[in-house]
């Protein structure tokens, strides 16, 4: 374990949110020093440790008390927090900021040559996705008796494979689902990256003003860029 009166924040070692959540930590003034094969980065000017991971496990560490602060999809985030829900399991922390990069949509979409006429046409069928709890909500706030089918890859390649009639997946230019005949019908979450931290008074008073302190040069950021 790294020193533990050092900020702990978790970012996604190697992905679509990995240079944003890097490129806006060094615009605040975080020196830091990541080395490509290293589970942790030491910035060389304030008291924060980087931990790189899979996005998945961000949530999780967040809750956990493991980490202090986290980068992440709110897709991500939703999906966990439903699944520890269900587990009965703890899922508290703070959305400190929406920031302005990781948009996309996570969709409904069908075959071209299926029948569509709005959700309930999914009635009965079998819908591949990697998020379950965000589509089995979906599902149940509209009343479709559909099932969801959980793929952690190749989504988009489950209907023309015979695993599922549709998918629920995330989109953001469309060309993945157009590639494979693919229609998006329904928007069924809108996301963005956001930074999050541990639950109100968890953390020591002088990780707090850490925080408090790097909190105000992100809106700068993001407002330096609008
Ligand atoms: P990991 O190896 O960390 O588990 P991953 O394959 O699950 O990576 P990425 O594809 O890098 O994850 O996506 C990370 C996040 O980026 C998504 O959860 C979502 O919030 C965001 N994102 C933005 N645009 C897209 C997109 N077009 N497709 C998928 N994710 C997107
Ligand atoms: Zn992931």
């Given at each position: 374990m790294s020193d533990n009166s050092r900020l702990r924040i978790a970012i996604q070692k190697s992905g679509r949110l990995s240079d944003d959540s890097i490129a806006l930590l060094k615009a605040i003034g975080i020196k830091l020093n990541i080395r490509d094969r290293l589970l942790i980065a030491h910035s060389t000017n304030e008291n924060i440790d980087l931990l790189r991971v899979r996005d998945d496990d961000i949530p999780g560490l967040v809750m956990d008390g493991v980490v202090d602060m986290g980068f992440i999809g709110e897709n991500e985030l939703e999906e966990k927090m439903l699944e520890r829900q269900a587990a009965g399991k703890a899922a508290d922390f703070e959305v400190l900021r929406r920031l302005d990069y990781?948009?996309?949509?996570l969709s409904l979409a069908v075959p071209t040559e299926m029948d569509y006429n709005g959700a309930a046409s999914l009635g009965g069928k079998k819908v591949a996705t990697t998020y379950?709890?965000?589509?089995?909500?979906?599902?149940?706030?509209?009343?479709?008796?559909?099932?969801a089918v959980m793929l952690t890859g190749s989504v988009e390649v489950a209907p023309r494979a015979g695993v599922a009639d549709a998918i629920c997946d995330l989109v953001s230019t469309g060309a993945t689902l157009e590639a494979n005949g693919l229609q998006e019908e329904e928007v069924i979450f809108r996301s963005k990256a956001v930074l999050i931290q541990r639950a109100d008074g968890e953390l020591s008073a002088e990780k707090q003003a850490l925080i408090n302190r790097l909190v105000p040069r992100i809106d700068?950021?993001?407002q330096a860029k609008e």
């Open positions: 990781g948009g996309c949509r379950p709890y965000l589509l089995e909500r979906y599902f149940k706030e509209q009343g479709i008796n559909a099932k700068g950021v993001i």
